[in-house]
């Protein structure tokens, strides 16, 4: 028993030591040096458990994502850079770990804006979701859904993140599925 307690203190010790890592990295993340950051990363996946490493990038990204306030464009977009690289070198459960932690927090986030103060918040995770989507990390049904269930409440803040979506990820959007977006598009006239 006395094993697996310092068994499980190291790990503990561990996997700080590698979101302190990873954290440093993410701070400094930039399109200029995106390339160093990505062999960072890709050798931490080599030093630890894949789903430790998910785990610890999808928290830091959420963490320094999904605020109280509006997230700029170009953070989001570097990270979700960062993320789709990851999940084109490492594998595709990198991409598929983060889409399900961001899509579950905006379900949750969403059916409480009402409650609670955290419109931004909605804002900040569907926009993340509009640039997985626009790095092909996801196909259009999923953003086509999203905005299908946005429509069919259509209260303010269904308005306000339609638009966002269609502002970031519109044009990708009609090329990948031009019949799903028109039948949004006839959706929202009726």
Do not use: W
Not at 16 to 42: C, D, H, P, T, Y
Not at 125 to 149: E, H, N, P, Q, T
């Amino acid at each position: 028993m006395e094993a697996k307690q310092g068994q499980t203190e190291e790990k503990k010790l561990q996997l700080q030591r590698l979101a302190k890592q990873l954290k440093g990295q993410l701070n400094r993340l930039a399109e200029s040096n995106m390339a160093g950051i990505v062999k960072f990363v890709e050798g931490s996946y080599r030093q630890h458990a894949r789903n430790d490493v998910n785990q610890t990038i999808t928290d830091l990204a959420i963490s320094a994502l999904v605020a109280p306030t509006l997230t700029p464009n170009r953070l989001v977009m570097e990270h979700v850079m960062l993320l789709a690289i990851l999940h084109a070198n490492v594998g595709t459960e990198v991409g598929a770990h983060f889409l399900q932690n961001i899509v579950r927090q905006f379900s949750t986030t969403y059916v409480n804006a009402g409650e609670t103060e955290e419109l931004k918040e909605a804002h900040n995770l569907l926009l993340i979701i509009s640039y997985v989507f626009s790095f092909k990390m996801v196909g259009a049904r999923l953003v086509c859904d999203m905005l299908d269930m946005l429509v069919d409440t259509f209260s303010e803040l269904d308005i306000e993140l339609v638009l966002l979506a269609l502002r970031n990820c519109g044009f990708a959007l009609r090329k990948e599925d031009p019949v799903a977006l028109k039948a949004l598009i006839l959706k929202i006239q009726g």
